[in-house]
């Protein structure tokens, strides 16, 4: 968990939106966090991957975009942010 607080404290705060999104909307998706953050595709899809590797996110879904939210609590996301 040390390694991905580090890592957290080393990215912008649209990374932290992502995870606020993702929790609330109970889905992920680049297309969701596209509309919800006012970013491209590109930035959408890196920060997908960055919630995938901090385990915030599962992995793609077979014939699907969405993908599982892995966090639960707001305690689960405080572990993450701070």
Known sequence: MIKEQQEVAGKDD?????ITVVKKQKTASA?????????????AARLMDELYE???VGAPRQGGKTREVLIQSDDEVAEIVD
């Open 14 to 18: 649209q990374i932290v939106h992502a």
């Open 31 to 43: 297309s969701l966090l596209q509309r919800k953050l006012k970013i491209g595709y590109p930035r």
């Open 54 to 56: 901090m385990g915030v």
